[in-house]
């Protein structure tokens, strides 16, 4: 089914500089119908076999128009200079200039190429037209009311992208400090450290008090000074006999014994 260009397409004429005639020398302006009341259509026409045409566009969709006349030859055209097709522009009488061919192309830039394949059987081109944007490209809204038509969200509920969503990122590691504080309310969190603080001093306390009491009371009577040792010492030296050799006595003994 034949495409028909409307209002937003792009409409680039013979004489357009985007559009390469070759070789330029074989190639001359003239007039469709020029005999015709009121005349006819200005075109660039060639009589030259392997003359060429080539417009570059960004688009879906070209189309190509010129005349129709009794001495017109073949031409092949080609989009991105693949496998051409063969269009005739020969007539049993003329025709004005019209859509001579059309074909819908992949969004995006392209090549037109059309050669004249018939020595002076000429070929003709009154305008190019191309369509920036397939018609059918409408913006894609991904459709939320499905989940909450089943099931209300809570307000502090947050919905990640799936993976196979465009804007979808890699899952991160979370710690679990973060789990806690996600999942519980803060006056909790707060509550539970103060209680663990609160059990680990009762804690130390009872250790402590049980220690103390496993030691006993402290007695007095053994914290002595070294002199208060001393003459005990020196009392015990006498009553086996005296002062050995190798012992050592006070000032007071070595005159005594003197």
């Not at 037209?129 to 894609?140: C, D, G, M």
């Not at 009762?202 to 103390?212: A, Q, T, W, Y």
């Not at 007695?219 to 000074?225: G, Y």
Request: aromatic fraction near 8%.
């Amino acid at each position: 089914m034949t495409v028909e260009p409307n209002n937003s397409d792009i409409q680039v004429d013979y004489d357009s500089p985007s559009i390469l005639y070759s070789p330029a020398q074989e190639w001359r302006q003239s007039i469709s119908g020029k005999d015709a009341y009121p005349p006819g259509t200005p075109i660039e026409i060639t009589y030259n076999v392997s003359a060429s045409v080539q417009f570059n566009f960004t688009g879906s969709h070209i189309w190509y128009y010129g005349d129709f006349h009794t001495d017109h030859g073949n031409c092949s055209i080609a989009i991105d200079h693949g496998n051409p097709v063969t269009v005739s522009t020969r007539y049993q009488y003329w025709l004005p200039v019209q859509r001579i061919w059309d074909a819908d192309v992949t969004p995006g830039p392209h090549t037109l190429m059309i050669v004249n394949l018939n020595d002076q059987a000429p070929v003709t081109l009154a305008y190019l037209k191309f369509a920036t944007t397939p018609a059918s490209t409408a913006p894609i809204v991904p459709r939320t009311d499905c989940i909450s038509r089943y099931r209300p969200l809570p307000a502090t509920e947050h919905i990640s992208p799936t993976a196979n969503s465009p804007t979808a990122s890699p899952p991160t590691a979370t710690s679990p400090t973060a789990s806690l504080s996600q999942g519980m309310p803060v006056a909790t969190v707060v509550g539970l450290i103060l209680g663990l603080i609160a059990v680990t001093i009762c804690v130390v306390l009872i250790v402590g008090i049980l220690f103390k009491r496993g030691r006993g009371p402290i007695d007095a009577k053994k914290w002595t000074t070294k002199a208060e040792h001393q003459p005990r010492r020196e009392k015990f030296l006498y009553r086996v006999g005296g002062l050995r050799n190798d012992s050592v006595s006070t000032l007071s003994d070595v005159q005594s014994t003197a």
